[in-house]
């Protein structure tokens, strides 16, 4: 079937402009002057003590964040996976049917709920509880982060559960292990490439969101993401704005080596 | 028992996290006070006016025209691709497979910022066609995820097996080949149909001004308050992609009962 390569030329055409060329288009700004000169300053900027410090709290929440993701998407895939479906797109079709009201104003729900007068307060009010403060902290941020992104970890961690043999864990269970040890020595090993890709698939949209500080953090937090958006959207110097984008790139380079590391031999084509 | 009590209502928690803000969303589109945190009463004027309203129609239109075109481009270069990429050996395959990485794994406020930048260097104009483009740009890497893993050893055998039985290539192809891989490229088709719908951060950086997606619509509008038709607009489209969805899968049951025979 060797006559068939033409048929890649599209896709390889196409990403090469739509792809490959940008990537390099945002090198070049980035280490260019308004000029045109060669210059390191938009790429030093990162050590402005006002970038830094968002950069600092992105990485921050974005941490925070994945690690609630994980902690809560583990034990709900293995649930999942208890349940024995045997219609895998039903599980998908939950998770991602969310995603049909569209993001932004999903978002803006959560200023409903953690809101001063919002759902959770006058509850709390019901209950002649004191009020909480929510909005426009950076934990109202990570619940944003948490809510959006939460679909990304469970739907990779419940893939690679479902991957894995009955015949493993009966085995494990006939040489005397204990269910703690089967999960410990099988299990969660065997899961181990599906909580990598979730890890990467909720770190890098989380570190590098600008919509959800906007919308649940008022202009009290800014992230990374902000001052980038706002370097190409106000200030227009997109010099800057590129310098910082190859800042932030590093860190999403970083992760996907990792991803790739632990995802050799499904060729990365497991992610959901 | 007590073990399953326990998950299924965990289960329940993270479902009700998860849909808690929708259902909060469809309360408003039915409020008849226009402030989000204050309920007025029972309405359906939002529903009535939204068809009136000649910007949010307009922008549904945007919306639905570059998800559903982007989607079916994306399928039709992503199928082609893994077609090919399929027969081919270990390093140019790595090498493709990992460009289609990029575009997903990559943050989408960089891919935007690019695909910003690529428009302008070339003075192409940012508007419907920038950012039709840009949805195929990312939609490519669902759809090859989706249908790489369907095209197996298997079905390159079968299909040598239907050539020499006499079979011409065509033939052999949209029976043998297509059928099996059909699955994987409505799903991928779909995926890429919902991610261009739900998407925001690269319409925003690759739109013109004056161009409009319900998307770009919301983000202007999240600071000077949204508009009700807005809430009821996001129902409609919530309520109908869940029915079609139900549909669907009721479908694929009958199917998945049949299939051990088909099979054996």
Same mark, same amino acid.
């Given at each position: 079937?060797n006559?068939?390569?033409?048929?890649?030329?599209?896709?390889?055409?196409?990403?090469g402009?739509?792809?490959?060329?940008?990537?390099?288009? !945002?090198?070049?700004y980035g280490?260019?002057a308004?000029?045109?000169?060669?210059?390191?300053?938009?790429?030093?900027?990162?050590?402005?003590? !006002?970038?830094? %410090?968002?950069?600092?709290?992105?990485l921050?929440?974005? +941490?925070v964040?994945?690690?609630?993701c994980?902690?809560?998407?583990?034990p709900?895939s293995?649930?999942?996976h208890?349940?024995?479906?045997k219609n895998?797109?039903f599980?998908i079709?939950?998770f !991602?049917l969310?995603?049909?009201?569209?993001f932004?104003l999903?978002?803006?729900?959560w200023?409903?709920?953690?809101?001063k007068?919002?759902?959770?307060n006058?509850?709390?009010?019901l209950?002649?509880l004191?009020?909480l403060?929510?909005?426009n902290?950076?934990? %109202? !941020?990570?619940f944003?982060?948490?809510?959006?992104?939460l679909?990304?970890m469970?739907l990779?961690?419940y893939n690679?559960?479902?991957?894995i043999?009955?015949?493993?864990i009966?085995?494990?269970?006939?040489?005397?292990?204990n269910?703690?040890?089967?999960?410990?020595k099988?299990?969660?090993?065997?899961? +181990?490439?599906?909580?990598?890709?979730g890890?990467?698939m909720?770190?890098?949209p989380s570190l590098t969101?600008?919509v959800?500080?906007?919308?649940?953090g008022?202009?009290?937090?800014v992230?990374?993401?902000n001052?980038?958006?706002?370097?190409?959207?106000?200030?227009?110097?997109?010099?800057t704005?590129?310098g910082?984008?190859?800042?932030?790139?590093?860190?999403?380079l970083?992760?996907?080596a990792?991803l790739?590391?632990?995802?050799?031999?499904?060729?990365?084509?497991?992610?959901? | 028992?007590?073990?399953?009590?326990?998950?299924?209502?965990?289960?329940?928690?993270?479902?009700?996290?998860?849909?808690?803000p929708?259902?909060?969303?469809?309360i408003?589109?039915?409020?008849k006070?226009?402030?989000?945190?204050r309920?007025? $009463?029972?309405?359906?004027?939002?529903?009535h006016?939204?068809?009136?309203?000649?910007a949010?129609?307009?922008a549904?239109?945007?919306?639905?025209i570059?998800?559903?075109?982007a989607?079916?481009?994306?399928?039709?270069?992503?199928?082609?691709?893994?077609l090919?990429?399929?027969?081919?050996?270990k390093?140019?395959?790595? =090498?493709?497979?990992?460009?289609s990485?990029? /575009?997903?794994?990559? &943050?989408d =406020?960089?891919? $935007?910022?690019s695909?910003?930048?690529?428009?302008?260097?070339?003075?192409? /104009?940012?508007s419907f066609?920038?950012?039709?483009m840009?949805?195929?740009?990312?939609?490519?890497?669902?759809?090859?995820?989706?249908?790489? /893993?369907?095209?197996?050893?298997?079905? &390159?055998? =079968?299909?040598?097996a239907?050539?020499?039985l006499g079979a011409?290539?065509?033939?052999a192809?949209f029976?043998?080949?297509l059928?099996d891989i059909?699955? $994987?490229?409505?799903? $991928?088709?779909?995926?890429?149909f919902?991610?261009s719908?739900?998407d925001?951060v690269?319409t925003?950086f690759?739109?013109?001004a004056?161009f409009?997606?319900?998307s770009?619509?919301?983000?202007t509008e999240v600071?000077?308050?949204i508009?009700?038709?807005?809430?009821?607009?996001?129902?409609?489209?919530?309520?109908?992609?869940?029915?079609l969805?139900?549909l669907?899968?009721?479908?694929?049951?009958?199917e998945h009962?049949?299939? /051990?025979?088909?099979?054996?």
């Amino acid at each position: 079937m060797n006559t068939k390569k033409w048929l890649s030329y599209p896709y390889t055409i196409w990403m090469g402009i739509f792809v490959i060329i940008p990537l390099f288009i !945002i090198i070049y700004y980035g280490f260019t002057a308004e000029g045109g000169g060669f210059t390191l300053s938009n790429i030093s900027l990162i050590t402005d003590p !006002i970038n830094l %410090a968002s950069l600092w709290l992105s990485l921050e929440l974005s +941490l925070v964040s994945t690690a609630i993701c994980l902690l809560l998407a583990y034990p709900l895939s293995l649930i999942l996976h208890g349940m024995k479906l045997k219609n895998n797109s039903f599980i998908i079709m939950i998770f !991602i049917l969310p995603m049909w009201m569209n993001f932004l104003l999903r978002t803006l729900a959560w200023q409903n709920i953690l809101e001063k007068t919002g759902v959770i307060n006058t509850f709390l009010k019901l209950l002649h509880l004191p009020a909480l403060d929510l909005i426009n902290t950076p934990g %109202a !941020i990570i619940f944003g982060m948490v809510y959006n992104f939460l679909p990304f970890m469970i739907l990779p961690i419940y893939n690679s559960l479902s991957k894995i043999s009955d015949d493993y864990i009966n085995a494990a269970r006939d040489l005397g292990a204990n269910s703690l040890l089967t999960f410990l020595k099988v299990i969660l090993p065997l899961s +181990l490439p599906g909580v990598v890709s979730g890890i990467t698939m909720v770190f890098v949209p989380s570190l590098t969101t600008f919509v959800i500080s906007d919308i649940l953090g008022g202009s009290k937090v800014v992230l990374i993401g902000n001052i980038i958006e706002q370097q190409f959207k106000t200030v227009n110097n997109w010099h800057t704005g590129s310098g910082l984008s190859l800042v932030l790139m590093v860190f999403i380079l970083f992760s996907m080596a990792i991803l790739t590391k632990y995802d050799k031999e499904s060729e990365g084509k497991n992610i959901w | 028992m007590v073990k399953k009590f326990f998950s299924r209502f965990y289960l329940g928690l993270i479902l009700l996290f998860l849909y808690a803000p929708i259902f909060i969303l469809i309360i408003l589109s039915f409020n008849k006070s226009k402030s989000r945190s204050r309920w007025g $009463g029972f309405t359906f004027t939002w529903y009535h006016n939204l068809f009136q309203d000649e910007a949010i129609m307009e922008a549904l239109r945007n919306t639905l025209i570059i998800a559903l075109l982007a989607a079916i481009i994306a399928s039709v270069i992503g199928t082609c691709a893994c077609l090919a990429i399929s027969n081919m050996k270990k390093i140019p395959r790595g =090498i493709l497979l990992g460009i289609s990485n990029v /575009p997903m794994m990559n &943050a989408d =406020i960089v891919t $935007g910022i690019s695909l910003m930048l690529l428009f302008i260097a070339l003075n192409y /104009p940012l508007s419907f066609s920038s950012i039709l483009m840009s949805h195929i740009t990312f939609n490519i890497p669902y759809v090859i995820l989706s249908v790489m /893993p369907r095209l197996t050893r298997q079905n &390159a055998i =079968i299909y040598e097996a239907a050539r020499d039985l006499g079979a011409t290539k065509s033939y052999a192809f949209f029976k043998i080949i297509l059928p099996d891989i059909f699955p $994987g490229i409505l799903s $991928g088709f779909l995926l890429a149909f919902t991610m261009s719908l739900d998407d925001f951060v690269i319409t925003y950086f690759t739109k013109g001004a004056g161009f409009d997606t319900l998307s770009t619509i919301i983000y202007t509008e999240v600071r000077k308050g949204i508009k009700p038709e807005m809430y009821a607009l996001s129902t409609l489209l919530f309520i109908s992609i869940l029915i079609l969805l139900v549909l669907i899968n009721r479908k694929k049951d009958k199917e998945h009962g049949e299939k /051990p025979l088909r099979n054996a």
